[in-house]
């Protein structure tokens, strides 16, 4: 199996735990709690800042000292769009589940730490449609770049069953503003319906990596640095949350030149 790729440890509690230590890198870090009514995650953020995100359920919410009181309006990522909470470095947060709960973990560096925990309500968040043909896919900006955060961006997708995505290639390796940002990402992928799978390659211009993976339910794909498209299997819809990061917090991609002629394609 691919170094690449994250499986779930179980189905309860902290099932995938990526920090920049385990993942060998420096930026990003993601972890994904599955949690039944009752249950509580918490953590103090330290030197990192922390977007929760609400991937499916309802919660009790507190961080930074304020309390969110419950949050969360979908019970699938495939029907509508997420609540999240932004938590700043040197922060407390707990989140109690209400009903069945999956919370996302999402963070980076925050030496900083000035802003204040906020919720990211549904109503707040935008929502867009990229691509055209069997290359649409449906885009919610959680935390772009033209929102607070010290570190972080977070996005989620919902590519239909049969369809590409972050297609045509592109990647986000180099500190070479404002041609191209480096960027860390992880990949949070879910299939609807849960058995089934779809693909995904990384892979640098000179192949010193090229891997090519099948991903479940559940599963996480780390991207340091490369070309990564996706493809949705026929049947089955693919959702992915993803958490990028790096030493300037700005989405400036490099398409791989050999594929450019799509986007004239339309």
């Known amino acids: 199996m691919s170094s690449l790729l994250v499986k779930p440890k179980g189905d309860h509690g902290r099932i995938t735990n990526i920090t920049p230590q385990n993942a060998g890198w420096g930026y990003v870090g993601f972890d994904l709690h599955r949690l039944r009514p009752g249950e509580t ?12 995100v609400l991937v499916s359920g309802k919660a009790t919410v507190s961080a930074g000292g304020d309390e969110f009181g419950l949050l969360g309006e979908r019970m699938s990522p495939f029907d509508g769009v997420p609540a999240a909470v932004y938590v700043p470095g040197n922060a407390n947060w707990s989140v109690t589940a209400e009903t069945d709960l999956e919370l996302a973990v999402c ?15 549904p109503a707040d968040l935008n929502k867009e449609t990229r691509g055209s043909g069997t290359n649409t896919r449906y885009v919610t900006n959680i935390l772009p770049e033209d929102q607070p955060a010290q570190s972080l961006l977070v996005v989620e ?21 404002p041609h191209e940002s480096q ?8 299939l609807n319906p849960p058995q089934g799978f779809g693909f995904q390659r990384v892979y640098t211009d000179d ?14 794909t780390l991207v340091p ?7 949705a299997c026929h049947g089955y819809d693919l959702y992915y949350l993803n958490v990028m990061a790096g030493p300037r917090r700005t989405w400036k ?14």
């Open 41 to 52: 995650a918490g953590d103090e953020t330290g030197g990192r800042e922390v977007c929760l």
């Open 107 to 121: 963070s980076a560096p925050d030496t900083v730490g000035d802003l204040p925990a906020r919720v990211i309500s």
């Open 157 to 177: 997708v919902i590519t239909p069953g049969g369809h590409t995505s972050s297609y045509p290639p592109h990647k986000h390796d180099q500190d070479n503003l």
């Open 183 to 190: 960027l860390e990402e992880t990949y949070y992928h879910r």
């Open 207 to 220: 192949r010193s990596l090229d891997e090519s993976m099948a991903v479940e339910n559940g599963d996480v």
């Open 225 to 231: 640095k490369g070309y990564h498209p996706c493809a």
């Open 253 to 266: 991609f490099h398409n791989a030149p050999e594929h450019e002629w799509l986007f004239k394609a339309g």
